[in-house]
Each structure stands twice: as structure tokens, then as C-alpha cells.
């Protein structure tokens, strides 16, 4: 709908009211930044939405004494930008950056300088609505409750409750994303998911498969403290903007190395001091390669090995493979510049590694992500400040939201999904564990991965008997995400189109509403966003942040825990699931909800940041140091903020939060802990004995001056320690330990007593253990370069096969069937996917974001000017990228040296366009983005990691070809 911003209109009649009113005008940065929402690109805007609470508004050239500010956070990437929401008699009128958050430092980027207009968008889902014979028909949220509930429940009655399938989001506060896991346990079903999924389950399984938590070890702000920088399979300049400062401080103040590998020169590549260019999906080999001159040279901390780290000599056979010849041969580097990084990684130590989903999303992702963890392990950079491995979230929670378990595979905190796991959140909700077994079709299935989101529509598409449950999926619930984030969409349409009912709730109607050809059983459900409702998000780095509510829902929408709070009643199980948390007008209380959950996240340490605590903090966010986080003085005197987890104990215990994980400098009680013990005491190969305590170092206070292994009741008692429980304590230990009192541990402790006692001798909960770089339950223990299913090296299939087929959570799973076929020849462009500065997700709403939607209007691939000429494709031409797996999409070609020869590149941002159909008409009338495209994702084809069902985005086969 818009076209070039130098014809300065767009069709939209509002923006083309908003350009003729006020083009011109100039204004300067941080009026732009306050009026956000109303300015942006030099043009002042003086219209808003005129229906709802939206209003037209002034802007103000100072904050007038009758507007009141409210503190949010930004709803897109994962660095917590702090928004400064100034609000006018419940309307919206203007916006800061926060100047005091540690985060932003009073910086915002487009998205975030433009999230006004997210919350007051005209191009929002206004009332719910339902396909009707192919139109959109508007129904009240009673009805929509009414029908969709009856349909559900009659899929439960025929098929059982994994027939309905609850996708969550990582959109939803820690509270909703929390009642959302509860929801569908009391639905009983582990069907349920989010975008970690295909994002980021690669890092956290291996990284918590190798030291214990599967999170970001330190944080943006630790990056000051960096003496070098290795970003791997990461673009923040587009994806995390604000990040970048801390960055650049650490490049600048540090003369910090900044060294960035990429297949494609990125806007971050700019900034390198050395850019690596190397082939997609030869991560492993990379690192391997690194590694070969660090061991060559014997620059490895031998020490750091010794004490804390297990499996490091089985990495060294493998690293002895990879002959700089050799990594050149499959990588493309040559092997002079893999000397010069591995020596400028060890002359500069500490040194951070960060990646992002360049290197996650990949068959093989979880070896990438152990392969990662193994260098800073290898040179010593791990559990210090200014090193770690700083994992860059996508989402605005999707930290919280894998957190807070809205996953297949896990409950709440990482507690799994066996028995004793259940039995402890059953306690945790006060509900009877029988009853929640009741609600599942059967006790075998309840202790049993779900189907993964990345794998949702082959739970309906595939045979009966193929599916590992008592019938296929029949409803999808997308609640919070896009579908054009994922792979295979044609393969995707087939299974909406196979439903016997879809229900959409979100703010917006996403591309579910237009890429099925249904004329019926498709609901969409107005979903607030999280400007009109308030609870607590988590950042990256793992600290908390809470939202004040900006003004009340707009339209019909409600927030996504009334939502669910409708559902549970109509299912009922309203009752059961909220007896804990108030309910005030159909609206369950965020700070009931967040001590709920408070009080059963051990694990992880979710258990002291109270609602109180976290408001504290947001109250008095200049209090605290922009590089260590902690407050100097002030009412959070010692806290860092946001109480990174773990927070130890219960909130009264007022545990710091951990800033930096695994840091044997600080004492417990204060942030600091040695590697989780969490694989055992010891391990026996060839009748050898193998220790995976840390050996003689421990973290600073410790009264056990070595290895140990996670605390129970029992090792209390051993260690003479049990004394120091209350009465309290003891009986709750007891009381759920029943004969065996002595096995409870700090992860079921409903207490916090074990936890407390521990602490209180400088021990940390769980354990104190060597990290390991050696998984000997994944498929690779060590991790190995696997040629991706769609390679263009044939020579290098026999030497660097994939995996076998085989069956992975409830459904077939394809590897070797795939990679036997040649597709090469047809084929000889390698494709991948990225981000864009202007967009995030699937795109729904910064496409529907007038502002942002003016700097991007086209969809397109990047091509290497040879490829380029070899195709007679020229710069702004339409042309067809077609997949190996028949799909096609019709987009702009812009010829750019960013990506290297045979290597093509396309946001995953768009929708709207189905293989060059324009389906701007099947949108409800007004939700229509004002910029649609094809989605890349179209022509991305099968490849799942062999551990998480990751979706492979980075690296497939394509052809090119002028329309």
C-alpha cells in the first residue's frame, strides 16, 4: 500500500493525511524520540486512530504537569528497552526513551522509537471475528468462546486432549506465558509451544547440556568489560540495535577486537576489526578450526581444564582433524586467517562469544551451539566478567516464556515432564497429582514430549498410525505467533486447510488469516498487546523487568490472561487452575500469578524476584551501575538489576541475582557459583573412573573448598547443616519427602530451606560441578560438521554425512533420505535467511506500523553480482527464487557484494503474498498490513536439529531466474 517514500503518499487515506498535513517539517532526535508514534522520517503525524480511547493529540513541546508517565518495556527484541509511555487522560500522547534504564542508556532504535503506534495502530484486530463462507464475519466474544469452546471439547471427547494443539508466545509476559503452560497441563495436553522452538532450543539444550543453564551467561552490559569480541551467526545492528552500544563501548574504551563471522557482511560486519566470511552450515568446522592453532600453540588454559571442565581431550582428537587444509576445504577460510583469530582470541582474555540464530537454526544446531560453549571452555573466557557466552534472545520474552516452560518437553523452570515433576507443580498449584493425570488421555503420554511447533502441521498431516498419539492434531490454537517464521508453508497450508478448526488470537490478524484457502472454522480473537496490560518480562541477560499498564485495551481486545481465564471456565477446570490467584471481573491477578509461580521455580531461581522487588527496581533503575548492574546506595542498595536469575531463596532472603553465571569470584550469597552439578558425580569409560566435580576451586566463601554434588535434605543432615533449618522448613521437607525425607532437594523444597542453609555456608543449591564438553546422551557426543540435508558440496556427503532417518517427538523425522538426492545441479544457489532493522517476526505488526512500514516496502533476495550477471538479473528486478521442494516466490532482486558468490539471502519478515498471488483481500477489512511480500520461508525446506526439532533456515538450495 505504500509506495516510494520519495512520492512521499502511500494509499492508506490516514497516511496520506499524515503526509500532506505535515511533510517538511524538521525536527530534531529527541523530540523525534518523545513524540514517537507521531513523528518519524522528518514528518510530523497529527492523526491517530479515531475510534476506541484512541484520540487526536497534540504533540507538546514539554511534558505538560496533567500527563502522567508510565514505565514499559519495548514488545520487541530481547534487550528490555525501557519505554517512557506519556499518557493523557488514558490516551497515549508521547514517548521517551528511558534515560536511566542500564539497558538503553536513553536509546531507542526504529521499532522501538515507533511502539506507540503498535499499541494505538489502526490496522489492529478490532472485535472477534469468524470465516463465514469466506468472509469475515464480526461475533461477540461470548459467542467466539461458546462455538470454539464446544468444537474443542468435542475433538477432546472423539480424540482425546492431544488433538488440540496451544501454541504460546513469546509476546506474553512471564505471568501469561506461565498460565499458559498451566492451562494446557490442565487441559492435558504437552502439545503446547513457542517460538524458542525454532529460534533458540538449539542453545538451550546444548548449553545446558553443557554447564548446566541454557541462558545467556552474562549480559549486554558485561560487554564493557570484554578484552575481545567473537560474534558468530548474529546480526544485532539490525536485530538488536541498542545492543550494539555496548558493543561498540567495549571496541572502543577496550581497543576490544571485534571479530564477526558471518556467511553475509552485515551492518554489524561494518563495525568488525576481522570479518570471517564462511559457507552456511560449517559452523562446527569453524570453530574445530579455531581450535586446531589453539591447541597447535598450546594456548588453551590448561588450568581452567583441569579444575572445571570434563571431556576436553576427546575435543582435542576431534580438533586434530581439522587441518587448516581441511577447514578451508569444507568452510571456505583460509586457514592464515583462522591462525590470526585464534591467536587474537588468546592474546585478548577475556573475551565474550555471542551468536544468535545464525547458529541455531541448523540440523545439526545443537553441535554448533556445544562447539561455541567448547572454545570459551578451551581459552578459559567462561564464568568471568567481561567473557561468557552472551546469547542474544530474539523476542521481547522469549526468554521468560521458555522459562516459564511454555514448552513440549518441559514444565515450568526446566523441571521436565517426569513424574516427580509433575508431583512437584501439582503441589506447587495445590491440586491433587491424580487430578492432573485425569486430565491427560493417559499416565504414559503425560511423562511424554508433545509434538514440536516446528513439526505442528505433520502432527495433521501425517498417517493416524504415524503419529505417536491416540489421534492427529484437529485444532491449532496460534496464540501470539506468525506462521511465516516457520519452514515448509506449503506443507503448513495443507495442514490449516486439513483442521477442523483454527483459531487466531493476537493483535493482529497474521498471515494465518490469508494463507489457507478456508471458507470456514477460522477464528480470530483480538488479543491486547502488552502496553494494556502490565506483569513482568524477561531480558536476554536474564533479569526482570516489570510493565506498568499504559492505558486500558483499545477496541474489543482483552489481555491474554482473560483469555485464558474464559477458556478455563468454559473447559471447567477455571476453578482448579485460579484457586490461588484472585480473579477480579474475570481478570486473574498478575501479582498472584507471579508469586505463584514464585514459589515453584527453584530450578532456576525464579523464586526471589517478587512483584514488590521487581517494582522497586523499575522505580529506581538510576540506581544502579551501567556496567556491574548493582545499585550503589538507594532501596535497592546491593541488588543487580532486575534480579537476574537465580535469585536465590525466597524474596525475604533478598538474594542479589547472579549477574554473571558460573563466577567463582563472588560468594554465593551474592551472585557468584561454580558449574551446576547437574551430569552426575562421575563417569565410568573403558573401566576408567572420571571425576565432574570441580577440583580444589569453588566459589569465594565456600565452607566446601572443592567439587560437591546438588544439596538434599540428606546432605544436610551429613554435613551437620540440617540444624539450621526452622521448624517450618524441616516439616514442609518432611512433609513431602514422606518416607524418604532425606532424597528431597533444593529444586522440590517448597521451603527455600535448602536453598537458605546452603547459602548461608557459601555453597550454591546445585552443586558445584565441571562443566562438559563431552554430551554423551546427544546423538554427538562430541560435536561433529554434518554436510546440511540440501548441500551444494557432494564431495563432502561421504566424509560428513547427516544422521539416519528415524521417529524424534511423536513424529518420522527425515535426514539421510533427503541429503542421498543430488539437488544440486537444479539447484546451485545456497539460500539463507536473516533479519532487517525495520521489521521483527513475522512482521504483522511493524508492516502494519506506518512509520516503519515507509523505510521497507519490498520484499526482496540478494544476489551476488556474478550470479547476477550469469542470470541477466539486474539491480530492482522481479524474479522467481524457486525451492527444491517445489514452492516459489516472486520478489525484488537487489544485487549486493553482502553475500558471496552462489550464496543468496532474504528477509523472513513478509507475508501477505502466496507465490506470487497478492492476498491483500482475503485480510479482514482495515487489518491489512500496509506492507506485504512473499514469505522466504515458502521456499525453505525440510531440516530439523536432531535434538530439538530445531527448523533449518540457514542454509538450503534455490534457483534464480528473472519473472
Excluded at 584 to 598: A, C, F, H, K, Q
Excluded at 942 to 953: A, F, K, L, R
Aim: aromatic share 10%; charged share 25%.
Amino acid at each position: 500500500m505504500l509506495r516510494k517514500k520519495s512520492d512521499g503518499v502511500a494509499k492508506s487515506t490516514r497516511l496520506a493525511h499524515i503526509l500532506s498535513d505535515v511533510a517538511g517539517a524538521t525536527i530534531d532526535r529527541r523530540t523525534f524520540l518523545r513524540r514517537s508514534g507521531l513523528t518519524a522520517g522528518g514528518l510530523a503525524a497529527a492523526a491517530t486512530v479515531g475510534s476506541g480511547m484512541v484520540r487526536k493529540a497534540e504533540a507538546q513541546t514539554a511534558t505538560p504537569a496533567n500527563v502522567e508517565i508510565k514505565k514499559s518495556v519495548c514488545t520487541h527484541c530481547s534487550v528490555g528497552c525501557t519505554v517512557l509511555a506519556e499518557v493523557k487522560g488514558g490516551v497515549w500522547v508521547g514517548q521517551e526513551p528511558g534515560f536511566d534504564s542500564p539497558f538503553n542508556l536513553g536509546a531507542h532504535c526504529a521499532k522501538g522509537a515507533s511502539v506507540r503506534e503498535h499499541a494505538h495502530g489502526d490496522r489492529r484486530l478490532k472485535y472477534p471475528t469468524k470465516l463465514v463462507d469466506g468472509k469475515w464475519t464480526r461475533i461477540s466474544w461470548d459467542q467466539a468462546i461458546d462455538e470454539i469452546g464446544d468444537k474443542m471439547l468435542e475433538i477432546r471427547e472423539q480424540s482425546g486432549p492431544d488433538s488440540v494443539y496451544w501454541l504460546g508466545s513469546a509476546k506474553h509476559s512471564n505471568e501469561q506465558a506461565y498460565l499458559v503452560r498451566k492451562f494446557a497441563a490442565f487441559w492435558g495436553t504437552n502439545n503446547v509451544d513457542h517460538q524458542a522452538r525454532i529460534c533458540h532450543s538449539t542453545t538451550v539444550a546444548g548449553v545446558a547440556n553443557t554447564w548446566g543453564y541454557g541462558a545467556m551467561t552474562n549480559s549486554y552490559n558485561d560487554i564493557h568489560n570484554s578484552r575481545a569480541i567473537f560474534l558468530i551467526g548474529g546480526n544485532p545492528a539490525e536485530a538488536h540495535p541498542v545492543s550494539v552500544l555496548h558493543l561498540l563501548k567495549a571496541k572502543e574504551e577496550n581497543s576490544a577486537p571485534l571479530i564477526v563471522c558471518d556467511p553475509r557482511f552485515t551492518r554489524t560486519a561494518a563495525h568488525a576489526s576481522e570479518y570471517v566470511r564462511f559457507r552456511p552450515g560449517t559452523d562446527v568446522a569453524l570453530i574445530w578450526g579455531i581450535l586446531w592453532h589453539v591447541f597447535e600453540n598450546g594456548w588453551e588454559d590448561k588450568e581452567f581444564i583441569r579444575t572445571r571442565v570434563y571431556g576436553m581431550e576427546e575435543v582435542k582428537a576431534e580438533v586434530a582433524r581439522w587441518t587448516p587444509e581441511e577447514v578451508e576445504r569444507v568452510t571456505g577460510v583460509p586457514g592464515s586467517q583462522m591462525r590470526r583469530v585464534a591467536r587474537t582470541l588468546a592474546n585478548n582474555r577475556p573475551f565474550t562469544i555471542i551468536w544468535c540464530m545464525g547458529g541455531t537454526q541448523h540440523t545439526n544446531g545443537n553441535n554448533n551451539t556445544r562447539a561455541y560453549c567448547a572454545l570459551g571452555l578451551a581459552l578459559g573466557s567462561i564464568g568471568t566478567a567481561g567473557g561468557g557466552a552472551n546469547i542474544f534472545r530474539g523476542h521481547d520474552n522469549v526468554q521468560g516464556a521458555t522459562d516459564l516452560g511454555v514448552l513440549m518437553d518441559t514444565l515450568p523452570g526446566y523441571y521436565g515432564l517426569a513424574e516427580g515433576s509433575w508431583k512437584h507443580w501439582a503441589r506447587v498449584w495445590d491440586v491433587d497429582h491424580e487430578y492432573l493425570v485425569g486430565r491427560f488421555h493417559d499416565p504414559e503420554i503425560m511423562t511424554k514430549a508433545g509434538i514440536p511447533v516446528s513439526r505442528w502441521f505433520d502432527g495433521v498431516l501425517e498417517s493416524k498410525e504415524n503419529v505417536d498419539q491416540p489421534d492427529n492434531v484437529r485444532a491449532m490454537v496460534f496464540w501470539g505467533h506468525a506462521p511465516n517464521s516457520q519452514t515448509r508453508l506449503p506443507d503448513m497450508k495443507k495442514a490449516m486447510e486439513k483442521l477442523d478448526i483454527l483459531v487466531v488470537i493476537d493483535p493482529y490478524p497474521t498471515m494465518s488469516a490469508v494463507m489457507q484457502d478456508r471458507t470456514d472454522g477460522v477464528y480470530l480473537l483480538p488479543a491486547a498487546t502488552q502496553f494494556e496490560t502490565y506483569g513482568s518480562v524477561t531480558a536476554s541477560n536474564r533479569s526482570l523487568q516489570w510493565r506498568e499498564k499504559v492505558f486500558d485495551p483499545l477496541f474489543e481486545s482483552l489481555p491474554d490472561h482473560v483469555i485464558m481465564h474464559k477458556f478455563a471456565t468454559k473447559f471447567g477446570f477455571a476453578d482448579e487452575m485460579f484457586k490461588n490467584i484472585e480473579v477480579v471481573d474475570g481478570e486473574p491477578s498478575i501479582e498472584d500469578t507471579l508469586r505463584e509461580l514464585n514459589r515453584g521455580m527453584w530450578t532456576i531461581g525464579y523464586t526471589g524476584q517478587s512483584p514488590e522487588r521487581l517494582k522497586k527496581h523499575m522505580a529506581n533503575q538510576h540506581t544502579f551501575d551501567k556496567t556491574t548492574l548493582r545499585a550503589n546506595g538507594g532501596p535497592c542498595d546491593g541488588d543487580y538489576y532486575g534480579l537476574p536469575w537465580p535469585s536465590w531463596g525466597t524474596a525475604e532472603i533478598n538474594h542479589p541475582g547472579s549477574p554473571n553465571l558460573y563466577d567463582l569470584t563472588k560468594p554465593v550469597a551474592e551472585g557468584g557459583m561454580g558449574f551446576r552439578a547437574r551430569f552426575g558425580v562421575e563417569r565410568e569409560v573403558d573401566g576408567v573412573t572420571h571425576n565432574l566435580l570441580a577440583e580444589g576451586v569453588y566459589p569465594v566463601g565456600s565452607e566446601i573448598e572443592d567439587g560437591y554434588p546438588e544439596f538434599t535434605y540428606g546432605m544436610l543432615k551429613k554435613l551437620g547443616w540440617d540444624s539450621d533449618l526452622t521448624d517450618d522448613e524441616r516439616a514442609t521437607i518432611e512433609q513431602i519427602g514422606g518416607d524418604n525425607p532425606d532424597g528431597v532437594n533444593w529444586k522440590i523444597d517448597l521451603s527455600g530451606g535448602i536453598q537458605r542453609v546452603a547459602i548461608a555456608h557459601g555453597c550454591a543449591p546445585y552443586g558445584n560441578a565441571k562443566a562438559r564438553v563431552v554430551v554423551w546422551q546427544f546423538p554427538d557426543p562430541v560435536p561433529l560438521h554434518r554436510e546440511p540435508l540440501y548441500t551444494p558440496r557432494r564431495d563432502l556427503v561421504a566424509d560428513y554425512p547427516t544422521y539416519e532417518d528415524g521417529r524424534r517427538h511423536r513424529v518420522p523425522v527425515l535426514y539421510k533420505s533427503i541429503q542421498d538426492k543430488d539437488f544440486s545441479q537444479d539447484f546451485p544457489i545456497i539460500l539463507t535467511s536473516g533479519r532487517l532493522v525495520e521489521y521483527e517476526g513475522g512482521g504483522d505488526e511493524t508492516r502494519s506500523n506506518p512509520w516503519l512500514a515507509e523505510l521497507q516496502q519490498d520484499m526482496f533476495v540478494e544476489i551476488n553480482p556474478f550470479n547476477a550477471n550469469e542470470l541477466g538479473i539486474r539491480d530492482g528486478d522481479m524474479v522467481w527464487l524457486h525451492g527444491p521442494e517445489g514452492a516459489k516466490v516472486n520478489v525484488k532482486a537487489l544485487v549486493t557484494e553482502r553475500v558471496g558468490r552462489n550464496v543468496a539471502f532474504m528477509p523472513f519478515h513478509f507475508g501477505g503474498w502466496w507465490q506470487g498471488e497478492d492476498r491483500r483481500s482475503k485480510y479482514p477489512d482495515g487489518a491489512d498490513p500496509y506492507v506485504l511480500g512473499e514469505a522466504s520461508n515458502t521456499a525453505q525446506t525440510y531440516g530439523y536439529d536432531v535434538v530439538t526439532q530445531m527448523q533449518e533456515t540457514k542454509t538450503t538450495l534455490c534457483r534464480i531466474e528473472p519473472a
